[in-house]
């Protein structure tokens, strides 16, 4: 089997590596990186063969079981493994919201969560909300008041706005809130702040609120 | 089709679908997930290996050492591209820099490197196992310091003159009663576009397809071809649906050549998404600019002097940012001049970002506009009407086809509530806001480009439209459809456009907001084509024949279109081409923004609170998709006014804030209700369409009238974008 | 990102158990951050230990009077809590002003506190760091430093703590409940669980090998108005240039932790027997000795002019 860890930690270091603070690759380095170099992971981490699990969840109502490399995303293994690429990959950091998917009712980047960490939950992607057919509400909102141009932040935009709706109704408070201990209201403003996590360079954000605003209200 | 003379009369005139809000044709397949793009083929192309780019961690330099044996060692690893094994490449037309780096370096996160592995994940992890050794260079980073060493470059096309003098500027600047001499910066930015590049490709023997994301299929099929050093006719770029672009994807990049190269080596599919912090540094961008703008006016108001000067950089071979060219233009004024500067930088590849040149220029103009009527104690919006001009002011001899400036200008001031606005700064307060108006013309120039489209009608009556034109959510399905809808008198539903593929006939493409008008025009000139050969085939005089309801129709006599292809389907191809419309008449699009801020008292935080864009551009041809090309804009416009920039380290040579959580764009709650008008307006110059662009128009002027409403708010003026509040914290009133 | 064996543990005591028996075990709860950096091979664990299952997601009163936030509470679940809202909205707000909706619903509150810094040279894994390869340099001294800290520095590290959260708890005198390697439980004040970047900028926290934490504790309520203003160039989904997180009081007292100046939520209880006497009074005590560079000296001024602010609101 090939060592884990690099021979030159101690026993304390690889402890510390479990804490916040550093990893045994990052600490190997330091002792000849140059820093013209490319920083480059540990050989002896990085030479394992890919480490397998199996995990099952549903997506949209269906069951899905897989065996994937443990370092699959909830959003690779959706777009990669199951074909449902209607969430996207905008970042793959977690700063647009492109892939935004609600796991048990709650909005998420589906880009920083492991699918194995997904073990029962049930999933609902873009597709599980309407298909061209048989649009959700929020899908015919959308495309009723233009909340899009080039459509690749609105499967993310539109997961987002059908859990905004929900986080109100729900009474959980947000940034502009103006007090704490009311009930928040389902206006622009709050639409506003709660959408902020979904980006759209094209800038339909105008109408976005637009679309969600005539949900909302449709259901007050 | 040749358009060289104005255009009369014609079924597009009749508005019964070109000119109405359609919802877009796309709209359901955007908004359910099931638009392909370019990472997403599964469908046809099952067994892609996946690529992982790995970008030079230097400036400028070479690579002394390459190790990638670990890397190959790797568990899953098909293939590592280099430049030392991808064999001899080219360079494409519209490239500066190579797109694949090694052994020199030409700037950071220049491609070096493509690792294939069996998995993404596999893929991303053997990329951190290959070790590069660099031997760095000395470079040059700092536009503000190599100012100084920056030439005058051949002008060409694109450029215009790099120099112009019209009467003798100096003089009457000297003499001028009321003058402004100030000095503007614009930074660099970034397209941050939601959908990365992104490249699908399989090679059939000689023969490669890329899916790919992409607004100029023709440029991207002829500078891979030539890249590859491979017969274009061997290479089919396909780019159905675009997740942005804003001149981000006007090129070949990265992504498609080394997808290609990949998929060469791996002997199978590859697929290959730039990763996102690669992006700014590894693309292009929109060069930084200084521009030093001087005005001279009578008290009356009138401009007797304006000039223009604009320094940016680019790396050698690199281009101008055009920022002085909307001022040749824009106000009146006997006296003239304007130059351009370019420096040789080694930053990454300067090059178009959303209205190149007007969009940075009118950020300067259009603060400068704002100074010089606060000296004359005129109202700004006043002071333009003043200056406005119906001709060419370096060549009166040539009109504008249409200039609704001091229309938009007006409207917009009725409609935003401008004489509520005190034009004493600092006097406005609302609770902890300081609250500012501001105001800015609007102009883009409107530019005609040949454009192809091939029509087929079908025994059903289902008209298929067929162009490389793309669509990056612009709205060109949909407008397409409108178009050949109009045009063959049958519902748009009967109506099918595909986009986006080479094997298709040459469009415009999409850029410099040129695509509408002219792809729509393309269709017209093919639809013409079909309209003769259905009449002709059912007898009809094509002349006479109207085409309406489904039917072809003349006097008593009507029959459905469908019968016309009933042995089979009718297929006409025809292309836009355009004569001197342009040349004799100066062809702009105008328009006037108005903006209200507020700035918060202790921590100089500036947040937009109402926007307003009147907008003049032709034929409006769908309002609903064109009103959210302008919106769009105008939230773009508002990141370059408090937030973007590309930080540049310049030890080090590369934009620091590479991902999208440093080079903040705006966030939905950045940007309050937007409203737009449209003036009533046709230009019989610019196309049988009678269209001009208008995706452009909104982003041009829109950051000045930011920044003027921050100045009216606070009585601090800003000169350096984005307006952010460590530039002017030190000023606002005290608040201890 | 390098291969990693994965788990999921039962308990805190077979969490940390976990921890300190196998070799390059890290923690993994809401992984918004850890997963961000193992991306970038910032992070690289062989082993992940999926702590998500321990029964830590719950918010108890305390005997003293206070709460006791389970480590795995998510930030909108402490943010939306009455009894926070209610008694500490300063926790509230501070959350609330923090990353998106999607964001907070996964973020845990023990993650918050351990994530790491967004200094842009940390995240280029080109460029020399102290912090992600200790010994290589700072690339951030000298560099574009705007974002980065302005007190509390040192020659081998001038990052920022980012998060919002940990500056309230500063400023609310929580403490942090674990559990180490041996299974001992600890409690540590926030005061002392952040560290200075001195000359080790990779070790962030006094947490030692192994050690987990379970909870974080909340003294009981002290009243006053609860105000956090947070600053940024835009309106959300942004870090803080500065933030300010206040309790104060009728009698002109209060406490005052800030955050985006300084490695860890910055605060100088000294300073605050200066807040009767005004903004410019505290500021100047609490800021003094900030090294700030030309980039990032606004930020002396901004403090001081929002501190100002958050008192005018107090007593407004």
Redesign the interface.
């Known amino acids: 089997m090939q060592k884990l860890v690099p021979s030159s930690l101690s026993r304390r270091d690889l402890l510390a590596a479990s804490t916040a603070s550093l990893t045994g690759a990052v600490l190997a380095q330091a002792e000849d990186a140059?820093p013209?170099?490319?920083?480059?992971?540990d050989?002896g981490t990085?030479?394992?063969?890919?480490i397998r699990a199996q995990v099952s969840f549903t997506v949209n109502d269906r069951p899905r079981e897989l065996d994937l490399?443990t370092?699959?995303t909830l959003l690779?293994a959706l777009?990669?493994h199951l074909?449902?690429?209607?969430?996207?990959?905008?970042?793959?950091?977690g700063?647009?919201g492109?892939c935004t998917v609600l796991v048990g009712g709650v909005r998420i980047n589906s880009c920083l969560t492991l699918a194995v960490m997904h073990q029962g939950d049930a999933i609902i992607?873009?597709?599980g909300?309407?298909?061209?057919e048989n649009?959700h509400r929020m899908?015919?909102a959308?495309?009723?008041h233009?909340g899009?141009?080039?459509?690749?932040?609105?499967?993310g935009q539109?997961c987002s706005a059908v859990a905004v709706i929900g986080e109100i109704e729900a009474g959980i408070p947000s940034h502009?809130t103006p007090d704490l201990t009311g009930t928040p209201e389902l206006v622009?403003e709050e639409?506003?702040?709660r959408?902020?996590?979904?980006?759209?360079?094209?800038?339909?954000?105008?109408?976005?609120?637009d679309a969600i605003t005539e949900v909302a209200g449709s259901r007050a | 089709m040749k358009f060289d003379r104005p255009a009369t009369q014609n079924p597009i005139d009749r508005l019964k679908v070109v000119g109405q809000p359609l919802?877009?044709i796309?709209?359901?397949?955007?908004?359910?997930?099931?638009?392909?793009?370019a990472?997403?083929h599964?469908d046809v192309v099952a067994d892609a290996a996946y690529g992982w780019t790995?970008g030079a961690?230097?400036a400028i330099g070479r690579i002394t050492r390459m190790d990638l044996a670990?890397a190959e060692?790797?568990?899953?690893v098909i293939a590592i591209v280099t430049a030392d094994n991808a064999g001899l490449l080219g360079k494409g037309d519209h490239n500066t820099v190579r797109l694949l780096g090694g052994p020199d370096v030409q700037h950071y996160h220049q491609a070096v490197a493509l690792v294939i592995a069996e998995?993404?994940?596999?893929a991303?992890?053997?990329a951190?196992?290959?070790?590069?050794?660099?031997a760095?260079e000395p470079g040059v980073f700092d536009l503000t310091a190599a100012k100084g060493s920056a030439i005058a470059p051949e002008p060409n096309e694109l450029t215009g003159p790099v120099d112009t003098r019209i009467g003798d500027f100096a003089a009457a600047f000297a003499e001028a009663p009321v003058t402004l001499d100030a000095t503007y910066t614009t930074p660099d930015h970034s397209?941050?576009?939601?959908?990365?590049h992104a490249t699908l490709a399989a090679w059939e023997g000689d023969r490669l397809t890329v899916w790919t994301s992409n607004q100029m299929i023709a440029w991207a099929t002829a500078d891979l071809a030539k890249t590859l050093g491979i017969a274009p006719e061997n290479v089919r770029v396909v780019s159905p649906?675009?997740?942005?672009?804003?001149g981000g994807k006007l090129f070949l990049r990265a992504d498609v050549l080394l997808a290609a190269l990949g998929a060469r080596a791996a002997r199978r599919p590859v697929k290959v998404?730039l990763?996102?912090?690669l992006i700014a540094n590894n693309t292009t961008h929109r060069p930084a600019t200084i521009q030093r703008i001087r005005i001279g006016a009578r008290r009356d108001g009138t401009i007797t002097a304006i000039g223009h000067e604009s320094w940016s950089g680019d790396q050698p071979g690199g281009g101008l940012e055009t920022a002085v060219s909307q001022t040749r233009l824009l106000y009146a004024g006997a006296n003239r001049m304007t130059a351009m500067r370019l420096a040789e930088l080694h930053l990454p590849e300067g090059n178009a970002m959303r209205a190149p040149g007007e969009a940075p220029g009118m950020m300067a103009l259009e603060i400068a506009m704002d100074e010089v009527a606060e000296k004359l104690e005129i109202d700004p919006v006043e002071f333009r009407i003043i200056n406005d001009t119906s001709v060419d002011p370096e060549n009166p001899e040539r009109p504008f086809s249409a200039r609704a400036l001091a229309e938009c200008l007006r409207q917009g001031a009725e409609r935003f509530g401008w004489n509520r606005r005190d034009p004493r700064p600092g006097r406005t307060r609302d609770g902890?806001w300081l609250i500012g108006m501001g105001v800015a013309a609007a102009f883009r120039n409107n530019l005609l480009i040949t454009s192809g489209a091939r029509v087929r009608l079908d025994g059903t009556g289902q008209v298929t439209v067929e162009t490389d034109m793309t669509d990056?959510?612009?709205?060109s399905y949909t407008i397409i459809a409108q178009t050949a809808a109009e045009m063959m008198g049958v519902p748009v539903e009967r109506v099918t456009v595909r986009l986006g593929d080479s094997d298709f006939p040459v469009s415009a493409g999409s850029g410099g907001q040129f695509g509408a008008n002219n792809s729509t025009a393309g269709v017209y000139a093919a639809c013409v084509k079909l309209r003769e050969e259905i009449a002709r085939r059912l007898g009809f005089n094509s002349e006479a024949a109207e085409f309406e309801n489904g039917e072809v129709r003349s006097g008593n006599r009507a029959m459905p279109i469908a019968a016309a292809a009933a042995e089979g389907d009718i297929v006409a191809e025809d292309k836009i081409e355009y004569g001197d419309l342009s040349e004799r008449y100066q062809q702009s699009t105008f328009g006037g923004h108005f903006v209200e801020v507020g700035v918060?008292?202790?921590?100089?935080?500036a947040?937009i609170r109402r926007m307003l864009a009147v907008c003049a551009a032709g034929r409006i041809l769908n309002p609903?998709?064109a009103?959210?090309?302008v919106?769009?804009?105008?939230?773009?416009g508002a990141g370059a006014a408090?937030?973007e920039e590309l930080?540049?380290?310049t030890?080090?040579g590369f934009f620091?804030?590479?991902?999208?959580?440093?080079y903040?764009?705006?966030?939905?709650?950045?940007?309050?209700?937007?409203d737009v008008i449209f003036v009533d307006e046709t230009d019989p110059m610019s196309s049988p369409m009678k269209a001009k662009g208008v995706g452009e128009l909104g982003i041009c002027g829109v950051a000045a009238a930011v920044a003027n409403a921050v100045y009216n708010a606070t009585g601090v003026r800003v000169r350096d974008y984005?307006i952010?509040?460590?530039k002017y914290?030190?000023r606002?009133p005290d608040?201890? | 990102?390098?291969?990693f064996t994965y788990e999921r543990a039962g308990s805190p005591a077979e969490a940390a158990a976990a921890a300190a028996r196998t070799p390059g075990a890290r923690f993994i709860a809401g992984g918004t951050n850890l997963l961000d950096l193992m991306?970038?091979?910032i992070e690289t664990p062989a082993h992940l230990i999926d702590v998500n299952g321990l029964a830590l997601d719950t918010i108890e009163a305390t005997k003293d009077g206070g709460l006791r936030i389970g480590a795995l509470v998510r930030n909108t679940a402490l943010a939306a809590d009455r009894r926070v809202r209610r008694d500490y909205a300063l926790l509230s707000r501070a959350l609330l002003a923090g990353a998106s909706g999607q964001l907070r619903n996964k973020a845990t509150t023990a993650g918050n506190l351990l994530q790491r810094t967004?200094c842009?040279?940390f995240?280029?894994t080109?460029?020399p760091c102290n912090k992600r390869r200790p010994g290589s340099g700072c690339?951030a001294i000298?560099?574009?430093s705007?974002q980065l800290a302005i007190i509390g520095t040192s020659e081998a590290c001038i990052a920022t703590h980012p998060s919002d959260m940990a500056v309230a708890l500063r400023a609310l005198d929580a403490s942090v409940e674990t559990v180490q390697a041996d299974g001992a439980p600890r409690r540590i004040p926030l005061a002392e669980f952040h560290r200075l970047p001195g000359d080790t900028p990779h070790i962030e926290t006094v947490l030692e090998p192994g050690e987990l934490i379970t909870a974080v504790r909340l003294p009981k309520p002290v009243g006053g108005r609860h105000i956090y203003?947070k600053?940024?160039?835009?309106?959300?989904?942004?870090?803080a240039?500065v933030s300010i997180g206040a309790i104060l009081h009728e009698d002109g007292s209060g406490q005052v932790a800030l955050g985006g100046v300084a490695h860890k939520p910055w605060r100088v209880e000294a300073a605050e027997a200066e807040l009767p006497r005004?903004?410019?009074a505290a500021a100047e005590q609490i800021l003094a000795g900030a090294r700030p560079s030309r980039d990032n000296a606004?930020k002396i001024?901004?403090v001081?002019?929002?501190l100002?602010?958050v008192l005018?609101e107090a007593r407004g």
């Open positions: 140059s013209e170099e490319t920083a480059h992971a050989a990085a030479m394992r063969p890919p490399d370092r699959t690779d777009r990669e074909h449902l690429t209607g969430t996207k990959k905008g970042c793959d950091h700063q647009c492109a992607t873009i597709e909300l309407g298909t061209p649009m899908q015919t959308f495309v009723k233009d899009y141009q080039c459509g690749y932040c609105t499967p539109i502009v622009a639409i506003r702040e959408m902020s996590g979904n980006i759209c360079r094209c800038g339909a954000y105008s109408n976005i609120v | 919802d877009r796309d709209g359901p397949l955007k908004t359910t997930g099931t638009a392909p793009y990472y997403e599964h790995i961690g230097i670990e060692r790797a568990p899953g998995s993404f994940e596999q991303r992890a053997a951190g196992l290959v070790k590069i050794d660099y760095a397209h941050a576009m939601m959908e990365p649906f675009i997740g942005g672009g804003f998404a990763q996102r912090p902890r990056i959510g612009t709205g918060d008292i202790a921590t100089g935080e947040r609903k998709s009103r959210s090309q919106i769009g804009a105008m939230t773009m408090l937030m930080a540049v380290d030890r080090r620091v804030n590479h991902d999208l959580a440093g903040e764009v705006p966030v939905h709650a950045d940007i309050p209700h937007q984005p952010t509040l460590d914290l030190d606002l608040v201890a | 990102m390098t291969p991306k970038l091979q967004r842009p040279y995240y280029d080109v460029q690339a000298g560099g574009v705007r203003r600053v940024r160039d835009r309106a959300s989904y942004a870090f240039l005004g903004a410019k606004f001024t901004l001081e002019r929002t100002a602010a005018a």
